[in-house]
């Protein structure tokens, strides 16, 4: 009798318990600054739509998985996360994210490679809301458009360049795999071979004929005297900054500094190259996911499905001036007045997702480790690329073990 | 009678082991014996609620810490490391007061054998406060000291006998001991052990010229600037410190700037004075570990300066006035007396700035990031990386947090090993040499 009454008690009290939960709160981790601020303002009038509360946490987006790994087992994570999606395989290799339910996701309106960015063998693991690339930001008082092909644009650039008058052309960080990928997928090379199940870690394609074709072109900028030995982006931003560098490799952080230095920049899509094709660089993709651990992930994908829809998408343009991932918002003629915006979208539609996959953090310190050898013209293309491929395949090997 | 008699002495002197066997069987229980209630009982209510208590918790923090959890996605693996370890550290705790218990009742009992009265309640209650003090004043800071220094430092070398990276990360997987394969693995595979051979050799040699050069020239100029017969010493000695007083970190950024190949001001300077080519500071290895050191050296002399003008002022006049009595000369003082009197004070700080140096992460992180690359080598380590700085690359870079954590144990070994063997040839010195 004694134990039924407990039981009774009990039972009561668990479900007094879950009436408190039944007002459905979701929380967010967002990076603080305009990011949170973005989700705390739309969060507000989800409420009022739906009745779901929705709390929003600043935590900055790079520190998120690490918290996650921590808190969720403890059941004191968020519901969603964000971060950009080169680091998705490594959550999910940890076990943080939820596979998204394919047959209730529209794609309709959403970039296909901003989409491509978020798959992670096989399976989709978010919703992007943001992406980011590199393109050409130039001087328009030195060079006042951007030619139509690459090989004018050298030639343009060259002429401008003179070192002895502290005059320089062209610079970018061409030591950087991130900032040179453009080359290398324009003449057909690859960091992993893209599969249906998705990227092939054994069958990596930068010392491919293509990619050695690219990186003697990007060769060409040391030894023609544009990019000499020790600059730094600091450097060249700071040339930029000063009026004496007529174009550059750079992304968009970097042009909110040449407003205020009263810079008449402008910003271009990479030209085509000698074979008629167009850098297609790499793409980060910042998206919202849901927590493994969130006992509310239904409600989560509503509110992440809502967050991404075109007007917050739009929203989230004017608020944070972020380029949006969505293909019916580029092309509105609002975004599109936005030339700074607009020249980036251009490129960052052409480009290729960031490899999500863990093992692509093999790939940036040998490659980056590699080409200074190249440039330096100690080693040839032909002779180090393959052997720089081996040591990413070592790498990848025993991270494994 | 005499028989008798010694029987029950013999009798009485057992009082010491009867009363020891009794508190090891259950605390308490010898003091009750000698006599002492109020203790003993004190003891027994502490072995009956806390001790009995905690066994089911300790066997679970035990099983938790040998198993690292069951279910993967609930069970999070480092969550029972943790747990393991206070366990472990609270169970080391209860052991001492437990021998503290028998030795107790040991103590006791043999007074009673030998015929005195065991102190009572409130006299030994008094002796622990007032013996005791300081331990008492000590408790709260190494209380906090366990916390914050010795749980993480369990915590992070038992992640060196894991299976702790990418792969195996919880909250998705269970972590497995892997034994000393990790140590094993860094020291002998391929690639990976020339790495660590290579970087721990110029780690060694790193420590070692940084800390000869700037006690060399901050010993000079000590020197120099402690002879009276040079004027504006104060005003001397105050700009030879700036470099000390500047942040350490802004100015090695600075210097990183200024040491480029094509904007630095350096070769600018050198190209100009001697018609030299650039020399690629910080993109060859050879010139990368060069640089270094010139930073160092100009970061650290000002402190090596400081230290010995001081180890200087303290050496007695008389000394000096008793060789120029003798007829000595400059060269003969400065060999006989200060070197000597310099070195035996200097020798602990010596040792200290070689560890300091071993593992100055600052310096090498901030100045070239561990650059220039080196072809070959493993887990993104450059010509000027020491082992510290490779670790961290190791940590954040690759996720293998293993190996990292076995080569913090290694270098741990080697810093350890260097400071107490310097520390112990010191004290020799000091005993044979100084006592003349």
Redesign the interface.
Known sequence: MKRVVMLLVLMVLVLGLSFNVEATKLVVWESSGTEEEFVKLVGEKYTEETGVEIEVVAIDQLSQSDKLALDGPAGKGADIVAWPNDAIGKTVEQGLLWPLPKDKLNFDGYTESAVRAVRYKGKLYGLPYAMETVAIIYNKDLIPEIPATFDEFLEKVLELNKPNEQQYGFMGQIWKLYHIFGFISAYGGYVFKETENGLDVNDIGLATEGAIKAVKLIKTFRTSGLMPEGITDDIFDGLFQEGKLAAQISGPWAFGNYKEADINYGIAPFPKLDNGEYPHTLIGVKAYYISAFSEQKEEALKFIKWLTNKENSFKHYQEAAIIPTRDDVISLPEFQENEDLRAFAIQARRGIPMPNIPEMMQVWDPVENTLPFIFKGQVSPEEVLPIMVEQIKENIEQMKQ | MEPQIQKKIKKIENRRCIAAILSTVFMGAGQIANGQFIKGFLFIIFNAFVIINSIPYFIRSFQGLVTLGET?????S??FMVYGIIALLLLLVILAIYLFNIRDAYKNGKLLDNGQKPASFYISLKRIIEGGYPYIVLSPGLIVITAITILPMIFSMLIAFTNY???H?????ILDWVGIKNFY?VLT?G??SKTFRNIFGWTVIWSILSTVSTFGLGGFLAILLNNPRIKFRKIIRTLLILPWAIPAFVSILIWR?ML?????IINKLLVQLFNINNI?W??EVFWARVALILVNLWLGFPYAMILITGILQSIPGDLYEAAIVDGASGWQKFRNITLPLLLYSMAPLLIMTFAYNFNNFNIIYLLNDGG?????W?G?A?GTDILISWIFKLTF????YNYASAISIIIFIIIAGFSIYNFRRTRSFQEEEMLQ
């Not at chain 2, 990360?169 to 997987?173: E, F, G, I, T």
């Open positions: 993967p996605m609930k069970d999070h480092l969550f990276d990418l792969y990360s919880p909250p998705k997987h693995k595979l690639s990976w700037g480029n190949t094509n904007f630095g690629p910080l993109y220039p690359a080196v072809f070959g493993q993104g450059g870079q690759k996720l293998k």
